[in-house]
């Protein structure tokens, strides 16, 4: 008996009936931290681990809590993109890289242009006056031997300048000035052309720096757009935005359409002529055109590079663009105008120029054309794009609506005088 008391030493034991019933002992301090206090720490830190483990891993962390657009962008250093439905990490100093590869690439290639004018004034006494006009623009080196691409009307002024008070000649000098070379540069114009507004100088250089164009036709919606030329005679200025929208149709004040990449890159007086190029310093396009008044901010347009190519060659060869013509003035006619004049929908012939591929086709004054290449057509513009898209001598079916009667032509487009 003695030595089972000792072996049972943790439990007492009472008497009951005479026989021993073994009871546990009372809990000491010590044994409430065994059997309490420490599962509960223990359970409480492994909680601990669980959720910041989840939170450490994005996807687990935006179930948990979702994302919000107040909450700070994370920068990823490791120039590696997600794209698991949350915000997407970007490297800023990526694009700062960007913008300053681009700006290194281009601005060897850019030119500030100067043209001075004599503007004739006519004086009180029935006598003429002349004083001397300046203008600045841009230009985009295209060949190591001193050929500068930039826009028609940098170089030539236009009606629109002139009033009935004054007339402005053409340029009477035009200078150019290379990036990092004080130097100016005389310059003589090769060609130009009004309907595209392009046109191409020359400075009696060699060894420039050409620029490389892109391939226009891939441009995308959003991606990165840099303008580079000499807004303001602040030569070799850049400015950075997106492109906005491809294939744009606008109007000049002159009446001329244009289809153009649309940009909000920062574009001012004297930037017609330069470079909107891609992230890789290659041109996309030529800045031409921008909107400007009250409310109307960050839109500005350029002439694709890719549709100024066959332009430029020509210009340089032939000092000109060799272009078809057919030699009619025509008006549309809608359904309304149709109706109203008893005719049919189409384009009614207005005159027929003499001598022209129209007159020796068989076209007539008073002909209404309603198809072209077997397509129907309705205004002069549709005529002029598909006789745009042949060549000098190419053979166009054309159908008209003569006095009531349709009849089917065949002219060869000849060369637009």
């Known amino acids: ?7 049972d030493a943790k439990f007492k034991t009472v ?13 000491s301090s010590s044994g409430f931290g065994k059997t309490v206090l420490i599962p509960f720490v223990s359970g409480a830190l492994g909680c601990v681990v669980i ?10 962390k935006n179930k948990l809590i979702g994302t919000s657009s107040n909450n700070p962008i994370s920068i990823n250093t490791d120039n590696t993109t997600k794209s698991e439905g949350y915000v997407q990490q970007v490297n800023l100093s990526n694009f700062s890289d960007t913008a300053v590869y681009a700006a290194n690439k281009i601005l060897p290639s850019i030119v500030g242009i100067n043209i001075e004018y004599t503007v004739n004034v006519p004086s009180f006494f029935g006598k003429t006056g002349t004083s001397s006009a300046t203008a600045s623009g841009s230009g985009i080196i295209i060949s190591e031997d001193g050929y500068i691409l930039t826009n028609n009307h940098v170089v030539s002024s236009s009606s629109s300048e002139s009033n009935s008070y004054y007339q402005i000649s053409e340029a009477t000098k035009i200078t150019v000035k290379l ?19 392009l046109a191409v100088i020359k400075i009696d250089k060699s060894g420039l720096t050409k620029a490389e164009f892109a391939d226009s036709d891939s441009v995308k919606v959003g991606e990165f757009a840099m303008a580079v030329g000499n807004p303001v005679n602040m030569t070799s200025t850049v400015t950075t935005g997106i492109v906005s929208a491809v294939n744009r149709t606008i109007s000049d004040s002159d009446g001329k ?6 940009t909000d890159a920062a574009i001012n007086s004297g930037n017609s002529g330069g470079a909107l190029v891609n992230s890789e ?3 996309i396009g030529i800045n031409t055109l921008k909107l400007s008044g009250t409310g109307i901010e960050g839109i500005g347009f350029a002439i694709p590079i890719n549709s100024t190519t066959d332009v430029t060659s020509q210009l340089i060869q032939y000092s000109k663009v060799k272009r078809p013509f057919i030699g009619i003035s025509g008006i549309d006619l809608d359904d309304e105008t149709a109706k109203r004049y008893n005719l049919v929908i189409g384009i009614y012939v207005k005159s027929v120029e003499d001598f022209s591929a129209a007159e020796k086709g068989g076209l007539k004054a008073g002909d209404v054309i309603i198809e ?8 002069m513009d549709e005529l002029n794009e598909i006789k745009n898209s042949h060549q000098i ?25």
């Open 1 to 7: 008996m003695e030595n089972n008391e000792k072996k």
């Open 15 to 27: 008497q009951v009936n005479g026989k021993p019933i073994y009871e546990k002992k009372s809990k």
């Open 51 to 60: 959720i910041g483990t989840c939170f450490g891993v994005p996807s687990i």
């Open 179 to 197: 990036f990092n070379d004080e130097t100016e540069y005389v310059a003589t114009i090769v060609g130009q052309d009004e309907q595209t507004d």
């Open 257 to 262: 359409t244009y289809k153009c990449i649309q």
């Open 281 to 283: 310093g290659k041109v």
């Open 372 to 379: 072209v290449e077997g397509k129907s057509i309705k205004t």
């Open 393 to 417: 001598g190419d053979n166009l079916k054309i159908k008209i609506n003569r006095d009531g009667n349709e009849k089917e032509l065949t002219i060869t487009l000849g060369e637009q005088p």
